[in-house]
């Protein structure tokens, strides 16, 4: 009758009543400004360990990057010397 999701093999039902359990959960713990006020600053220090996490994983990125990118041009400059020195003895 329903279709399950072939890569994580749940059905639409299940999905949709676990929607609901965790919708009156956060609903009931929201209720209350204590909690509200605490789930914000939960939110907000997993926002900071996201953003630096992402600075961090970027600037990972751009070294791989550079490194890449230099050992390119020192393979080059190599083969460039290489067919130099070929061509010198060929042509003298």
């Known amino acids: 009758m329903f279709k399950k999701d072939e890569k994580t093999d749940i059905t639409p039902i299940i999905t949709g009543v676990a929607g609901i359990v965790a919708g009156a959960a956060a609903a009931t ?4 400004e204590e909690n509200r006020k605490k ?3 939960h939110l907000q220090n997993i ?3 996201t953003v630096d ?10 070294e791989t990057a550079e ?4 050992s390119g041009k020192e393979k080059m400059q190599e083969q460039v010397e290489k067919t130099k020195t070929t061509a010198r003895k060929y042509l003298s």
Not at 29 to 32: A, E
Not at 67 to 70: F, M, R
């Open 39 to 41: 789930m914000g600053k």
């Open 47 to 49: 926002k900071k360990r």
């Open 67 to 70: 490194e890449i990118a230099d």
């Open 53 to 62: 996490t992402i600075k961090e994983i970027s600037k990972d990125a751009g």
């Open 29 to 32: 713990l929201l209720s209350n």
